[in-house]
């Protein structure tokens, strides 16, 4: 069971360079999700998705850009890299209508921006 | 803005201890999730906690929610080497899930 794909897992980016960041999930989930987590933090979530068609923004969208146009796909782009973007980026996914619902999560991109 | 708080950061002992780790919020939450991060992986998840007061258990790991569902704990017993990771406390927020920053462990051999 594939589950989260996240691709690539690592990648060295100029700064000013763009690249986007996929994200696929086999789960038939509604709900998708791009997280940051910067060394010893948590998760900060980037943008969200609760189907395709609909992206809104989470707690740090600044520099970054999503689509939805499946429910299986997901992702994030980088348009101008800048520094502070070096991070580990997590996409997840989740099924709909369950307040306590899981959290599936990929196995996380490492982006470092030099 | 409703904010999580983990303690300790950090904590790293022998293998065979006890341990506890916690989660305090601001505010009163609904529901409650503990997540594992194991290095080079994504979060999964421990478990939900939902009932003020409740206690659940997953094998040596005992997670309790507090009665003015305000805060949580996990207890591990006789640690193993297995249990290194960051454990991590997420609420439902207005629009989003909230994660703590979370307690690094490590298990020494």
């Known amino acids: 069971n594939a589950g989260v794909t996240q691709t690539p897992k690592f990648r060295i980016l100029k700064i000013g360079q763009s690249m986007t960041l996929q994200c696929a999930q086999d789960?038939?989930?509604?709900?998708m999700y791009w997280y940051r987590q910067d060394p010893g933090m948590g998760l900060k979530l980037i943008y969200y998705s609760v189907g395709a068609g609909i992206t809104d923004k989470g707690e740090v969208p600044n520099g970054y850009n999503v689509s939805r146009s499946t429910t299986e796909d997901f992702p994030l782009r980088l348009e101008l890299a800048a520094p502070s973007q070096t991070s580990v980026y997590f996409c997840?996914?989740?099924?709909?209508?369950?307040?306590?619902?899981?959290?599936?999560f990929g196995e996380g991109s490492r982006l470092t921006v030099l | 803005t409703q904010l999580l708080e983990q303690s300790p950061q950090f904590l790293s002992i022998q293998e065979g201890e006890n341990l506890t780790v916690y989660c305090n919020s601001s505010?009163?939450?609904?529901?409650l999730q503990w997540y594992r991060q194991e290095p080079g992986e994504g979060p999964v998840l421990l478990v939900t906690?939902?009932?003020?007061?409740e206690v659940k258990k997953l094998k040596r790991l005992t997670f309790q929610f507090g009665d003015a569902r305000k805060d949580s704990s996990l207890h591990i017993t006789a640690a193993q080497p297995g249990d290194t990771g960051l454990y991590l406390c997420v609420i439902q927020g207005a629009q989003k899930l909230v994660f703590g920053q979370g307690t690094r462990l490590t298990i020494n051999p």
């Open positions: 997840a996914s989740a099924p709909p209508g369950q307040v306590t619902g899981e959290l599936f």
């Open positions: 789960m038939n989930h509604n709900y």
């Open positions: 906690v939902v009932t003020g007061g």
């Open positions: 505010s009163v939450f609904s529901s």
